[in-house]
Protein backbone atom coordinates (compact mmCIF):
# COMPACT_ATOMS: atom_id res chain seq x y z
CA UNK A 1 0.00 0.00 0.00
CA UNK A 2 3.14 2.37 0.19
CA UNK A 3 2.91 2.81 -3.37
CA UNK A 4 -0.43 4.77 -3.46
CA UNK A 5 0.28 7.04 -0.06
CA UNK A 6 0.15 10.06 -1.95
CA UNK A 7 0.31 13.53 -0.77
CA UNK A 8 -3.19 15.09 -0.26
CA UNK A 9 -2.18 18.38 0.30
CA UNK A 10 0.19 18.36 -3.09
CA UNK A 11 -3.01 16.87 -5.15
CA UNK A 12 -5.37 19.84 -3.69
CA UNK A 13 -2.64 22.59 -4.18
CA UNK A 14 -2.73 21.36 -8.19
CA UNK A 15 -5.88 20.99 -8.50
CA UNK A 16 -7.00 24.40 -7.01
CA UNK A 17 -4.01 25.78 -9.88
CA UNK A 18 -5.23 24.02 -12.60
CA UNK A 19 -8.99 25.34 -11.76
CA UNK A 20 -7.53 28.60 -11.13
CA UNK A 21 -5.67 28.79 -13.96
CA UNK A 22 -8.58 27.55 -16.67
CA UNK A 23 -10.95 29.44 -14.81
CA UNK A 24 -8.90 32.15 -15.08
CA UNK A 25 -7.51 31.54 -19.11
CA UNK A 26 -11.54 31.67 -19.57
CA UNK A 27 -12.14 34.62 -17.52
CA UNK A 28 -9.42 36.60 -19.98
CA UNK A 29 -10.40 35.17 -23.06
CA UNK A 30 -13.80 36.52 -22.16
CA UNK A 31 -12.61 40.31 -21.63
CA UNK A 32 -10.45 40.18 -24.36
CA UNK A 33 -13.65 39.45 -26.94
CA UNK A 34 -14.95 42.66 -25.55
CA UNK A 35 -11.43 44.38 -25.37
CA UNK A 36 -11.15 43.29 -29.01
CA UNK A 37 -14.91 45.29 -30.12
CA UNK A 38 -13.87 48.19 -27.57
CA UNK A 39 -9.99 48.93 -29.00
CA UNK A 40 -11.49 47.99 -32.53
CA UNK A 41 -14.08 51.27 -31.59
CA UNK A 42 -12.29 53.24 -30.33
CA UNK A 43 -9.16 52.91 -32.75
CA UNK A 44 -11.66 53.99 -35.44
CA UNK A 45 -13.61 56.39 -33.85
CA UNK A 46 -16.56 54.82 -32.17
CA UNK A 47 -17.52 54.18 -28.86
CA UNK A 48 -17.66 50.59 -28.75
CA UNK A 49 -20.48 48.34 -27.02
CA UNK A 50 -21.71 50.27 -24.03
CA UNK A 51 -25.07 48.86 -23.60
CA UNK A 52 -24.85 45.70 -21.38
CA UNK A 53 -24.22 46.58 -18.13
CA UNK A 54 -21.74 50.02 -17.27
CA UNK A 55 -19.50 50.37 -19.91
CA UNK A 56 -20.91 47.05 -21.59
CA UNK A 57 -18.95 44.46 -18.98
CA UNK A 58 -21.80 42.18 -19.63
CA UNK A 59 -21.43 42.35 -23.48
CA UNK A 60 -19.46 38.97 -22.80
CA UNK A 61 -22.14 37.05 -21.09
CA UNK A 62 -24.79 38.12 -23.72
CA UNK A 63 -22.54 37.09 -26.39
CA UNK A 64 -21.87 33.60 -24.83
CA UNK A 65 -25.81 33.20 -24.00
CA UNK A 66 -26.86 34.06 -27.60
CA UNK A 67 -24.56 31.24 -28.82
CA UNK A 68 -25.63 28.92 -26.08
CA UNK A 69 -29.40 29.33 -27.63
CA UNK A 70 -27.99 29.36 -30.94
CA UNK A 71 -29.44 25.83 -33.32
CA UNK A 72 -26.73 23.75 -33.51
CA UNK A 73 -26.23 22.43 -37.14
CA UNK A 74 -24.52 19.18 -37.91
CA UNK A 75 -23.94 18.92 -41.54
CA UNK A 76 -25.53 15.14 -42.95
CA UNK A 77 -22.22 15.05 -45.08
CA UNK A 78 -20.03 15.47 -42.25
CA UNK A 79 -18.10 13.03 -40.71
CA UNK A 80 -19.90 13.33 -37.35
CA UNK A 81 -17.13 12.45 -34.82
CA UNK A 82 -14.75 14.21 -36.37
CA UNK A 83 -16.67 17.26 -36.33
CA UNK A 84 -17.22 17.17 -32.49
CA UNK A 85 -13.55 16.44 -32.09
CA UNK A 86 -12.38 19.61 -34.02
CA UNK A 87 -12.92 22.36 -31.56
CA UNK A 88 -13.19 20.33 -28.92
CA UNK A 89 -9.28 19.52 -29.81
CA UNK A 90 -8.64 23.31 -30.48
CA UNK A 91 -10.17 24.43 -27.05
CA UNK A 92 -8.22 21.65 -25.27
CA UNK A 93 -5.07 22.40 -26.95
CA UNK A 94 -5.29 25.69 -26.50
CA UNK A 95 -5.83 25.32 -22.63
CA UNK A 96 -3.38 22.53 -22.21
CA UNK A 97 -0.19 25.41 -22.74
CA UNK A 98 -0.89 27.11 -19.46
CA UNK A 99 0.62 23.74 -17.46
CA UNK A 100 4.35 25.02 -17.46
CA UNK A 101 3.95 28.98 -16.86
CA UNK A 102 4.84 30.50 -13.83
CA UNK A 103 2.30 32.75 -12.82
CA UNK A 104 3.69 34.02 -9.46
CA UNK A 105 6.20 34.26 -7.14
CA UNK A 106 6.68 31.12 -5.36
CA UNK A 107 4.71 31.45 -2.28
CA UNK A 108 6.21 29.80 1.03
CA UNK A 109 3.70 28.99 3.74
CA UNK A 110 4.02 29.91 7.66
CA UNK A 111 5.44 25.87 7.64
CA UNK A 112 8.25 26.83 4.88
CA UNK A 113 6.50 25.03 2.03
CA UNK A 114 7.13 26.59 -0.97
CA UNK A 115 4.39 26.48 -3.53
CA UNK A 116 5.21 27.45 -6.67
CA UNK A 117 2.42 29.19 -9.03
CA UNK A 118 3.17 26.86 -11.55
CA UNK A 119 0.91 23.38 -12.37
CA UNK A 120 4.11 21.93 -13.60
CA UNK A 121 7.54 22.59 -13.55
CA UNK A 122 8.77 20.09 -15.56
CA UNK A 123 12.59 19.90 -17.38
CA UNK A 124 11.53 20.55 -20.85
CA UNK A 125 8.57 23.35 -20.23
CA UNK A 126 8.69 25.78 -23.41
CA UNK A 127 9.38 22.95 -25.25
CA UNK A 128 6.25 20.97 -24.09
CA UNK A 129 4.44 24.31 -25.06
CA UNK A 130 5.80 24.16 -28.37
CA UNK A 131 4.78 20.62 -28.86
CA UNK A 132 0.57 21.40 -27.43
CA UNK A 133 1.15 24.55 -30.26
CA UNK A 134 1.65 22.07 -32.87
CA UNK A 135 -1.14 19.65 -31.89
CA UNK A 136 -3.37 22.73 -31.71
CA UNK A 137 -3.24 23.02 -35.87
CA UNK A 138 -5.58 18.87 -36.05
CA UNK A 139 -8.03 21.06 -33.98
CA UNK A 140 -8.52 23.54 -37.60
CA UNK A 141 -7.25 20.53 -39.88
CA UNK A 142 -9.88 18.38 -38.49
CA UNK A 143 -12.56 20.67 -37.89
CA UNK A 144 -12.42 21.59 -41.58
CA UNK A 145 -11.92 18.38 -42.89
CA UNK A 146 -14.75 16.56 -41.10
CA UNK A 147 -17.06 19.83 -42.66
CA UNK A 148 -17.19 18.43 -46.21
CA UNK A 149 -16.92 21.69 -47.25
CA UNK A 150 -14.33 23.16 -50.09
CA UNK A 151 -13.93 26.30 -48.48
CA UNK A 152 -13.29 24.83 -44.83
CA UNK A 153 -10.89 22.40 -46.29
CA UNK A 154 -8.85 25.02 -47.96
CA UNK A 155 -8.81 26.93 -44.66
CA UNK A 156 -7.71 24.02 -42.56
CA UNK A 157 -4.85 23.54 -45.34
CA UNK A 158 -3.92 26.85 -45.05
CA UNK A 159 -4.19 26.66 -41.18
CA UNK A 160 -2.14 24.07 -41.19
CA UNK A 161 0.94 25.21 -43.76
CA UNK A 162 0.95 28.51 -42.02
CA UNK A 163 1.35 27.45 -38.76
CA UNK A 164 3.83 24.62 -39.51
CA UNK A 165 5.98 27.26 -41.53
CA UNK A 166 5.81 29.99 -38.88
CA UNK A 167 6.98 27.47 -35.96
CA UNK A 168 10.43 26.97 -37.71
CA UNK A 169 11.65 31.15 -37.32
CA UNK A 170 9.81 30.42 -33.62
CA UNK A 171 12.03 27.87 -32.81
CA UNK A 172 14.97 29.53 -33.79
CA UNK A 173 14.50 32.38 -31.75
CA UNK A 174 13.64 30.53 -28.80
CA UNK A 175 17.28 28.60 -29.91
CA UNK A 176 18.70 32.02 -28.96
CA UNK A 177 17.01 32.19 -25.69
CA UNK A 178 17.97 28.92 -24.55
CA UNK A 179 21.39 29.93 -25.40
CA UNK A 180 21.14 32.83 -22.19
CA UNK A 181 19.30 30.28 -20.01
CA UNK A 182 20.80 27.22 -20.14
CA UNK A 183 17.66 25.62 -19.29
CA UNK A 184 14.23 24.61 -21.07
CA UNK A 185 12.88 25.04 -17.73
CA UNK A 186 10.13 27.92 -17.38
CA UNK A 187 11.34 28.83 -13.96
CA UNK A 188 14.79 29.14 -14.50
CA UNK A 189 14.25 30.80 -17.60
CA UNK A 190 12.09 33.53 -15.29
CA UNK A 191 15.31 32.96 -12.82
CA UNK A 192 17.99 33.95 -15.25
CA UNK A 193 15.59 37.35 -16.04
CA UNK A 194 15.68 38.09 -12.27
CA UNK A 195 18.91 38.05 -12.14
CA UNK A 196 20.39 39.19 -15.48
CA UNK A 197 17.64 41.66 -16.69
CA UNK A 198 14.94 40.85 -19.30
CA UNK A 199 15.70 38.87 -22.63
CA UNK A 200 14.28 41.63 -24.64
CA UNK A 201 17.13 43.46 -23.92
CA UNK A 202 19.14 41.15 -25.39
CA UNK A 203 17.64 39.81 -28.24
CA UNK A 204 15.17 42.10 -29.46
CA UNK A 205 15.31 41.36 -32.93
CA UNK A 206 14.64 37.24 -31.10
CA UNK A 207 11.51 38.95 -29.75
CA UNK A 208 10.02 40.50 -33.29
CA UNK A 209 10.37 37.81 -34.78
CA UNK A 210 8.93 35.56 -32.39
CA UNK A 211 6.13 37.92 -31.81
CA UNK A 212 5.11 38.11 -35.63
CA UNK A 213 4.86 34.14 -35.36
CA UNK A 214 2.81 34.16 -32.35
CA UNK A 215 0.38 36.12 -34.27
CA UNK A 216 0.82 33.40 -36.95
CA UNK A 217 0.38 30.66 -34.59
CA UNK A 218 -3.01 32.52 -33.36
CA UNK A 219 -4.43 32.98 -36.34
CA UNK A 220 -3.86 36.88 -35.56
CA UNK A 221 -5.01 39.32 -38.27
CA UNK A 222 -2.42 40.17 -40.13
CA UNK A 223 -2.07 35.77 -40.67
CA UNK A 224 -6.10 35.19 -40.21
CA UNK A 225 -5.74 33.87 -43.87
CA UNK A 226 -7.92 30.32 -42.60
CA UNK A 227 -10.57 32.72 -41.30
CA UNK A 228 -10.56 35.10 -44.56
CA UNK A 229 -14.01 36.40 -44.42
CA UNK A 230 -14.11 37.80 -47.49
CA UNK A 231 -12.60 35.01 -49.99
CA UNK A 232 -13.26 31.88 -47.74
CA UNK A 233 -16.62 32.81 -46.29
CA UNK A 234 -14.85 32.64 -42.42
CA UNK A 235 -12.61 29.43 -43.25
CA UNK A 236 -12.49 26.21 -41.28
CA UNK A 237 -15.92 27.55 -39.10
CA UNK A 238 -18.20 27.78 -42.21
CA UNK A 239 -20.34 24.56 -41.08
CA UNK A 240 -19.84 25.41 -37.50
CA UNK A 241 -22.72 26.69 -35.21
CA UNK A 242 -23.76 27.23 -31.99
CA UNK A 243 -21.42 26.41 -28.91
CA UNK A 244 -18.87 24.62 -31.19
CA UNK A 245 -18.48 27.94 -33.58
CA UNK A 246 -18.29 29.41 -29.99
CA UNK A 247 -15.19 26.98 -28.80
CA UNK A 248 -13.28 27.92 -32.04
CA UNK A 249 -13.76 31.48 -31.33
CA UNK A 250 -12.69 31.20 -27.74
CA UNK A 251 -10.23 28.90 -28.31
CA UNK A 252 -8.47 31.54 -30.65
CA UNK A 253 -8.73 34.31 -27.50
CA UNK A 254 -7.64 31.95 -25.23
CA UNK A 255 -4.14 30.87 -27.48
CA UNK A 256 -3.72 34.97 -27.34
CA UNK A 257 -3.79 34.92 -23.57
CA UNK A 258 -1.53 31.76 -23.43
CA UNK A 259 1.09 33.40 -26.29
CA UNK A 260 0.98 36.34 -24.30
CA UNK A 261 1.91 34.92 -21.77
CA UNK A 262 4.55 32.45 -23.21
CA UNK A 263 6.19 35.89 -24.45
CA UNK A 264 6.04 37.61 -21.01
CA UNK A 265 7.88 34.92 -19.38
CA UNK A 266 10.51 34.56 -22.02
CA UNK A 267 11.34 38.27 -23.33
CA UNK A 268 9.70 40.23 -20.37
CA UNK A 269 11.11 38.49 -17.35
CA UNK A 270 7.71 37.10 -16.54
CA UNK A 271 6.28 37.96 -12.83
CA UNK A 272 9.89 40.32 -12.36
CA UNK A 273 8.90 43.66 -11.34
CA UNK A 274 10.93 45.89 -13.48
CA UNK A 275 13.82 48.43 -11.90
CA UNK A 276 13.06 47.58 -8.83
CA UNK A 277 14.80 45.17 -6.41
CA UNK A 278 11.79 43.81 -5.18
CA UNK A 279 13.40 41.29 -2.28
CA UNK A 280 14.80 44.24 -0.42
CA UNK A 281 11.08 45.20 0.87
CA UNK A 282 10.75 42.88 3.29
CA UNK A 283 7.50 42.13 2.22
CA UNK A 284 5.16 38.76 3.06
CA UNK A 285 5.56 35.57 0.81
CA UNK A 286 2.18 36.06 0.27
CA UNK A 287 2.01 40.15 -0.93
CA UNK A 288 5.14 39.40 -3.12
CA UNK A 289 3.07 36.01 -4.78
CA UNK A 290 0.21 38.35 -5.12
CA UNK A 291 2.37 41.44 -6.52
CA UNK A 292 3.87 39.63 -9.07
CA UNK A 293 1.22 37.78 -10.62
CA UNK A 294 -0.11 41.21 -10.64
CA UNK A 295 2.86 42.33 -12.48
CA UNK A 296 2.61 39.40 -14.87
CA UNK A 297 -1.48 40.34 -15.81
CA UNK A 298 -0.70 43.79 -16.54
CA UNK A 299 2.38 42.97 -18.65
CA UNK A 300 0.31 40.10 -20.33
CA UNK A 301 -2.92 43.01 -20.51
CA UNK A 302 -0.36 45.03 -22.42
CA UNK A 303 0.69 41.99 -25.02
CA UNK A 304 -2.89 41.31 -25.37
CA UNK A 305 -3.79 45.20 -26.43
CA UNK A 306 -0.72 45.11 -28.68
CA UNK A 307 -2.66 42.27 -30.31
CA UNK A 308 -5.52 43.95 -30.82
CA UNK A 309 -3.80 47.07 -31.70
CA UNK A 310 -1.93 45.58 -34.78
CA UNK A 311 -5.25 43.69 -35.79
CA UNK A 312 -7.34 47.19 -36.00
CA UNK A 313 -4.07 48.38 -37.91
CA UNK A 314 -3.21 46.35 -40.52
CA UNK A 315 -4.84 44.40 -43.33
CA UNK A 316 -4.71 40.32 -43.53
CA UNK A 317 -1.52 39.38 -45.96
CA UNK A 318 -1.74 37.40 -48.94
CA UNK A 319 -1.15 34.25 -49.19
CA UNK A 320 2.11 34.40 -51.06
CA UNK A 321 3.36 37.16 -49.25
CA UNK A 322 2.49 35.11 -45.97
CA UNK A 323 4.50 32.38 -47.05
CA UNK A 324 6.81 34.69 -48.43
CA UNK A 325 7.71 36.74 -45.12
CA UNK A 326 8.31 32.94 -43.40
CA UNK A 327 10.25 31.08 -45.34
CA UNK A 328 12.64 34.16 -47.18
CA UNK A 329 12.66 36.85 -44.24
CA UNK A 330 11.94 35.16 -40.98
CA UNK A 331 13.54 32.04 -41.11
CA UNK A 332 16.95 33.59 -42.27
CA UNK A 333 16.80 36.58 -40.12
CA UNK A 334 16.23 33.90 -37.13
CA UNK A 335 18.98 31.96 -38.43
CA UNK A 336 21.47 34.88 -38.55
CA UNK A 337 20.20 36.21 -34.50
CA UNK A 338 20.71 32.59 -33.97
CA UNK A 339 24.13 32.47 -34.88
CA UNK A 340 25.25 36.00 -33.78
CA UNK A 341 24.30 35.20 -30.49
CA UNK A 342 25.95 32.28 -29.98
CA UNK A 343 28.91 33.75 -31.57
CA UNK A 344 28.81 36.30 -28.64
CA UNK A 345 28.01 33.66 -25.93
CA UNK A 346 31.19 32.17 -27.18
CA UNK A 347 33.24 35.41 -26.94
CA UNK A 348 31.77 35.73 -23.45
CA UNK A 349 32.97 32.65 -22.77
CA UNK A 350 29.19 31.71 -20.61
CA UNK B 1 -2.08 67.61 -62.87
CA UNK B 2 -4.20 70.79 -61.95
CA UNK B 3 -3.89 70.52 -58.08
CA UNK B 4 -0.43 69.27 -57.87
CA UNK B 5 -1.00 66.35 -55.98
CA UNK B 6 -0.69 63.55 -58.72
CA UNK B 7 2.61 61.36 -57.37
CA UNK B 8 3.86 59.13 -59.68
CA UNK B 9 3.96 55.50 -58.43
CA UNK B 10 6.85 53.68 -57.66
CA UNK B 11 7.08 50.40 -59.04
CA UNK B 12 11.20 50.04 -57.44
CA UNK B 13 11.18 46.40 -56.11
CA UNK B 14 10.98 46.46 -52.39
CA UNK B 15 14.41 46.46 -50.77
CA UNK B 16 14.20 43.73 -47.99
CA UNK B 17 13.98 45.97 -45.52
CA UNK B 18 10.80 46.92 -46.84
CA UNK B 19 9.94 43.73 -47.46
CA UNK B 20 9.43 42.07 -43.90
CA UNK B 21 7.11 45.37 -43.83
CA UNK B 22 7.71 45.75 -40.04
CA UNK B 23 8.37 49.67 -40.47
CA UNK B 24 5.49 50.49 -42.14
CA UNK B 25 3.64 48.56 -39.84
CA UNK B 26 5.11 50.70 -36.99
CA UNK B 27 4.46 53.66 -39.21
CA UNK B 28 0.31 52.45 -39.32
CA UNK B 29 0.24 51.13 -35.81
CA UNK B 30 1.00 54.89 -34.90
CA UNK B 31 -1.76 56.66 -36.94
CA UNK B 32 -3.90 53.74 -35.36
CA UNK B 33 -2.91 54.66 -31.56
CA UNK B 34 -3.67 58.80 -32.25
CA UNK B 35 -7.21 57.87 -33.26
CA UNK B 36 -7.80 56.37 -29.40
CA UNK B 37 -7.56 60.13 -28.37
CA UNK B 38 -9.46 61.95 -30.81
CA UNK B 39 -13.02 62.87 -30.39
CA UNK B 40 -15.40 60.34 -31.02
CA UNK B 41 -17.18 60.65 -34.05
CA UNK B 42 -20.73 58.48 -32.97
CA UNK B 43 -22.55 59.89 -30.33
CA UNK B 44 -24.39 57.46 -27.58
CA UNK B 45 -27.78 57.70 -29.81
CA UNK B 46 -30.85 57.46 -27.49
CA UNK B 47 -29.55 59.51 -24.78
CA UNK B 48 -27.83 61.69 -27.15
CA UNK B 49 -29.20 63.44 -30.33
CA UNK B 50 -27.89 65.16 -33.22
CA UNK B 51 -29.61 68.56 -33.67
CA UNK B 52 -31.02 68.65 -37.30
CA UNK B 53 -30.56 71.60 -39.81
CA UNK B 54 -33.78 73.64 -40.29
CA UNK B 55 -34.32 71.97 -43.68
CA UNK B 56 -34.57 68.53 -42.72
CA UNK B 57 -36.94 66.90 -43.74
CA UNK B 58 -38.36 64.23 -41.11
CA UNK B 59 -41.76 62.63 -40.31
CA UNK B 60 -45.12 64.62 -41.31
CA UNK B 61 -47.06 66.72 -39.52
CA UNK B 62 -50.31 67.86 -40.59
CA UNK B 63 -51.11 70.99 -39.64
CA UNK B 64 -53.74 73.10 -37.91
CA UNK B 65 -54.19 77.04 -37.92
CA UNK B 66 -54.08 79.37 -34.85
CA UNK B 67 -58.17 78.14 -34.04
CA UNK B 68 -56.91 74.73 -34.16
CA UNK B 69 -59.16 73.98 -37.19
CA UNK B 70 -57.56 71.58 -39.59
CA UNK B 71 -55.92 72.74 -42.57
CA UNK B 72 -56.29 69.86 -45.25
CA UNK B 73 -58.50 70.47 -47.61
CA UNK B 74 -58.87 66.61 -49.05
CA UNK B 75 -57.91 68.37 -52.65
CA UNK B 76 -55.25 65.78 -53.44
CA UNK B 77 -52.24 67.83 -54.54
CA UNK B 78 -50.00 66.44 -52.40
CA UNK B 79 -50.65 62.59 -53.77
CA UNK B 80 -50.53 63.89 -56.90
CA UNK B 81 -47.00 65.05 -56.02
CA UNK B 82 -45.72 62.08 -54.19
CA UNK B 83 -43.36 60.10 -56.57
CA UNK B 84 -43.45 57.32 -54.51
CA UNK B 85 -47.41 57.32 -54.29
CA UNK B 86 -47.22 56.90 -50.18
CA UNK B 87 -50.41 59.14 -49.66
CA UNK B 88 -53.67 57.85 -49.88
CA UNK B 89 -57.00 60.33 -48.89
CA UNK B 90 -60.23 60.12 -48.78
CA UNK B 91 -62.32 63.73 -49.03
CA UNK B 92 -65.71 64.00 -47.01
CA UNK B 93 -67.54 67.49 -46.49
CA UNK B 94 -67.75 69.53 -43.45
CA UNK B 95 -71.36 69.08 -41.96
CA UNK B 96 -72.69 72.10 -40.09
CA UNK B 97 -71.76 72.35 -36.52
CA UNK B 98 -68.27 71.23 -37.58
CA UNK B 99 -66.87 74.47 -38.43
CA UNK B 100 -64.25 74.38 -35.40
CA UNK B 101 -62.84 71.26 -36.53
CA UNK B 102 -61.76 72.11 -40.24
CA UNK B 103 -61.16 75.39 -41.80
CA UNK B 104 -62.83 74.83 -44.90
CA UNK B 105 -66.01 73.21 -46.44
CA UNK B 106 -63.84 69.83 -47.56
CA UNK B 107 -61.86 67.91 -45.22
CA UNK B 108 -59.91 64.78 -45.40
CA UNK B 109 -61.65 61.98 -44.07
CA UNK B 110 -58.70 59.59 -44.09
CA UNK B 111 -55.28 60.47 -44.63
CA UNK B 112 -52.35 57.53 -44.58
CA UNK B 113 -48.67 57.82 -45.59
CA UNK B 114 -47.41 54.82 -46.19
CA UNK B 115 -43.88 55.54 -44.20
CA UNK B 116 -42.14 52.72 -45.51
CA UNK B 117 -42.61 53.89 -49.28
CA UNK B 118 -42.16 58.05 -48.37
CA UNK B 119 -38.60 58.53 -49.52
CA UNK B 120 -39.03 62.31 -47.93
CA UNK B 121 -38.26 64.24 -50.66
CA UNK B 122 -40.60 66.85 -48.85
CA UNK B 123 -42.58 67.70 -52.35
CA UNK B 124 -46.26 66.88 -50.81
CA UNK B 125 -45.19 70.10 -49.11
CA UNK B 126 -44.36 71.90 -51.47
CA UNK B 127 -47.42 70.84 -53.36
CA UNK B 128 -49.93 72.35 -50.95
CA UNK B 129 -51.61 75.16 -51.37
CA UNK B 130 -53.52 75.64 -47.77
CA UNK B 131 -49.83 74.46 -45.86
CA UNK B 132 -51.67 71.88 -44.52
CA UNK B 133 -48.70 69.58 -44.40
CA UNK B 134 -45.18 69.75 -43.87
CA UNK B 135 -41.97 67.71 -42.66
CA UNK B 136 -40.91 67.99 -39.30
CA UNK B 137 -37.38 67.58 -37.77
CA UNK B 138 -38.29 64.32 -36.07
CA UNK B 139 -37.58 60.99 -37.84
CA UNK B 140 -39.35 57.37 -38.45
CA UNK B 141 -39.33 55.69 -35.12
CA UNK B 142 -38.80 51.60 -36.00
CA UNK B 143 -41.89 49.44 -35.41
CA UNK B 144 -42.65 45.65 -35.35
CA UNK B 145 -44.71 45.36 -37.83
CA UNK B 146 -45.31 46.84 -41.23
CA UNK B 147 -48.86 48.30 -40.35
CA UNK B 148 -47.44 50.31 -37.99
CA UNK B 149 -45.34 52.13 -40.39
CA UNK B 150 -48.53 53.21 -42.55
CA UNK B 151 -49.20 56.48 -40.53
CA UNK B 152 -53.34 57.29 -39.93
CA UNK B 153 -54.23 60.64 -39.64
CA UNK B 154 -54.34 60.37 -35.56
CA UNK B 155 -50.58 59.98 -36.15
CA UNK B 156 -50.15 62.60 -38.32
CA UNK B 157 -52.25 65.86 -36.94
CA UNK B 158 -50.14 67.78 -34.81
CA UNK B 159 -51.67 68.67 -32.13
CA UNK B 160 -54.29 71.27 -30.60
CA UNK B 161 -52.75 74.55 -30.34
CA UNK B 162 -55.33 76.04 -27.47
CA UNK B 163 -56.16 72.84 -25.67
CA UNK B 164 -52.47 71.25 -25.77
CA UNK B 165 -50.22 74.53 -26.39
CA UNK B 166 -47.12 72.82 -25.56
CA UNK B 167 -47.01 69.87 -27.43
CA UNK B 168 -48.32 72.13 -29.93
CA UNK B 169 -45.53 74.00 -30.52
CA UNK B 170 -43.24 71.32 -29.57
CA UNK B 171 -44.24 69.84 -32.63
CA UNK B 172 -44.13 72.76 -34.86
CA UNK B 173 -40.54 72.87 -33.90
CA UNK B 174 -38.44 75.57 -35.93
CA UNK B 175 -41.10 76.28 -38.72
CA UNK B 176 -43.37 79.21 -38.17
CA UNK B 177 -46.60 79.33 -37.71
CA UNK B 178 -47.73 80.95 -41.34
CA UNK B 179 -51.51 81.47 -40.84
Given at each position: ?350 | ?56 R?LHVLNRDAEGRENCTACGLCAVAC???AITMEGAERL??EEHLYREEKYAAKYEI ?7 CGLCEEACPKDAIYLS ?14 Y?KD?LLIPHP ?6 Y??ALG?KPAKN
Amino acid sequence: MTLLVIDWWFILEKALLIGGIIGLSFFIAMYTTLAERKVAAWLQDRRGPNRAGPFGIFQPLADGGKLFFKEEIIPLASNKFLFILGPALAMITALLTSTVIPWAAPFVTQGGNVIPIQVADVDMGILLVFSIVSVGVYGIMIGGWASNNKFSLMAAIRGASQMVSYELPMGLCLIAVLFMTGSLKMSEIVANQVQNGWHIIYQPLGFIIFFVCALAECNRTPFDLPEAENELNFGYHQEYSSMKLGFYLFAEYINMFISSAVMVTLFFGGYDIPFVNEASWGLSSFWMTAISFAVIMAKISFMLFVFLWIRWTIPRFRYDQLMNLGWKKLIPLALINMIISAAVMLLLNK
Amino acid sequence: MLTQRAKEVDRKPMTFLESIYLWNIVKGMGITISHLFKKKATINYPEQTRTFSKVFRGLHVLNRDAEGRENCTACGLCAVACPAEAITMEGAERLPGEEHLYREEKYAAKYEINMLRCIFCGLCEEACPKDAIYLSQTFAPANYGRKGFIYKKDDLLIPHPIENKEAYEAALGDKPAKN
